[in-house]
């Protein structure tokens, strides 16, 4: 009836559809027999009532067809419980970390990612907390949804059978950015999953993300087909005819500094028979993001992106904390290193402090000492992180730049 890319989710549908089906049925049945004997047994009809002592067949007949039919329906849903949650031996367990607002996968060898990635074909377990509340880990496709809670580890298992990017989402409230627990299961075969884990291709996917992010994607292919824009793999490295805004041609050899020019300030040189209708993304871009994409862009091979953003994702940071000066869910981390912060410790007395190296270091390992004021204190201290990563992180943080003056702390 639909397709499904995980056997255990058909059993799934076949046990809902079962049940559906029986109460549609039960409910056409009994209206029509309402309707029947409200007709059949009215008064005028029936002017003297008639003493019923009881039926023998009748008793037995509606108490041994419901109850085979209860049990035809405990047997559906125990034949998909089963399948759902009976892992199969050799399964590749994939640890799933959940916490307020991002899901973390760990996976064997120690990779960690921000995206589910799974190769096809494969028995994937899922080994799955929480570190704050009580999260509910949801793939619609695969019929799976299993609450993570803290301290506790519970599973699930898939193995689908095709390709392709499927949904994940929080199925339990959890808080402000409840909405936004979202992430992606992509399905690759095993050869680019092999690769993507080894990290061999981990520049070019992180680029091709960045083309997303930043929304390149909705008018520029990646691969060669032409959109609103050009096809930006086929852009880096050649002469391209532009056209000038006071109406003049030129060729320019499309180096790093043209794709820059055209990133950041597109209208200025148009290629030749593309409406001027892209967004500057001046200011838009943080430095080592716009580096990667141009890179990818001149060789489809770029140079990895700063340890520390991979970092950042990773342990979810970017689902509070975004990098272009925007209100998330608490400050940005753009313009936030070296600004002075009004911040309120613990006692509630509100003092300045500059956002130095220490500061940063200590509002992610202790991160409720001193809050920003007008913050609320949500966010989890990740004291699990070792020097070395917290200096990543703070590196990071440095690199997308210091107080530009207006930027706000607090969003609301
Ligand atoms: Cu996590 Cu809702």
Redesign the pocket.
Known sequence: MFEHIFSAASEVDRAFLFILAFAVGALVLVTALMLYFSWRYHHTRNPEAVEIPGSLTLELLWTIIPSVIVMAMFWFGWTSFKAMRTVPEGAMEVAVE?R??SWSFTYPGGKRSAVLVAPVGADVKLAMTSRD?I??FYVPALRIKMDTVPGLTTTAWFNASAPGEFDIL??????LK??N?ITTLRVVPAGEFEQWLAGADGAGTRARELFETYGCTGCHDLAGADGLGPALDALGGRMVDVLLPGGGRAQVLSDADYLRRAVLDPGAEVVAGYEPMMPPYQDQIPEADLEAMVQWMLTGDPAGPPPGRELAEAEGCMSCHSTDGSYIAGPSFRGLAGAVRRVQDGSGAVREVVADDAYLAESILAPGALVVEGEAPIMPAYDALDAEQVGLLVDYIKSLGPQDGAQAGAGQ
């Not at 929080?170 to 808080?175: I, L």
């Open positions: 959940a307020m607002w509340v999260h509910s929080c199925a339990e409230y959890c808080g409840h909405a627990m």
